[in-house]
């Protein structure tokens, strides 16, 4: 071999291996996520609904029902601090995503629906979100129901659009607030 077939040789590999690594996929730093849904009920005093009319009397009934509030959030760990999160997906239900840097290491979010109390902490140079879920209203007007499933969460990182689906939502019992 001679050395001009040497130097086409380094000049194609080197061309090559920088449009191989222009394609690359951004790495986003995400290492796992623990998705959990709460489900609080008001007090004791229900609230007062009003129910549609009984078949043949035009008057609507009012009867107690009670309410349960149920909210999405997610625990998130990372590699670095630079994702900004926007929203969420689960079927076609959009999220708002409002997140909170954990500081309290380790955190204890609650308990799981059997009992067992949940520890969270990420590994050592980590850091450890809390997303909170709030529901948007989609275009068809009503909100959709929350279920087991899995989310979609869509956010930034170094200004590219990124995406991670979390694992199924689990049950989460929160301790309780005084």
Same mark, same amino acid.
């Given at each position: ?79 670095? $601090?630079? #994702? *900004? +999160?926007? =929203?969420?997906?689960?079927? %076609? ?66 200004? $590219?659009? #990124? *995406? +991670?689906? =979390?694992?199924?939502?689990? %049950? ?7």
């Amino acid at each position: 071999m001679d050395l001009k077939s040497n130097i086409k040789g380094l000049v194609l590999f080197i061309l090559l291996s920088a449009g191989f690594s222009s394609c690359a996929q951004t790495r986003t730093g995400i290492v796992r996520s623990y998705a959990y849904y709460i489900e609080r009920t008001p007090g004791n005093i229900p609230d007062f609904a009003i129910e549609a009319p009984v078949e043949g009397n035009k008057d609507p009934r009012v009867s107690p029902v009670r309410k349960v509030d149920t909210s999405i959030v997610i625990y998130i760990e990372t590699k670095n $601090k630079l #994702i *900004s +999160w926007d =929203t969420a997906w689960q079927k %076609d239900q959009p999220y708002l995503i409002t997140a909170f840097a954990v500081t309290d290491i380790p955190t204890q979010p609650g308990f799981a629906k059997e009992g067992e109390q949940i520890l969270l902490s990420p590994a050592k140079g980590n850091f450890l979100w809390q997303l909170q879920l709030s529901p948007l209203r989609p275009k068809g007007g009503r909100l959709l129901e929350i279920t087991h499933e899995k989310l979609t969460l869509k956010g930034r990182y170094l200004g $590219k659009r #990124i *995406s +991670w689906k =979390t694992g199924s939502l689990s %049950d989460l019992i929160p301790f309780p607030s005084y």
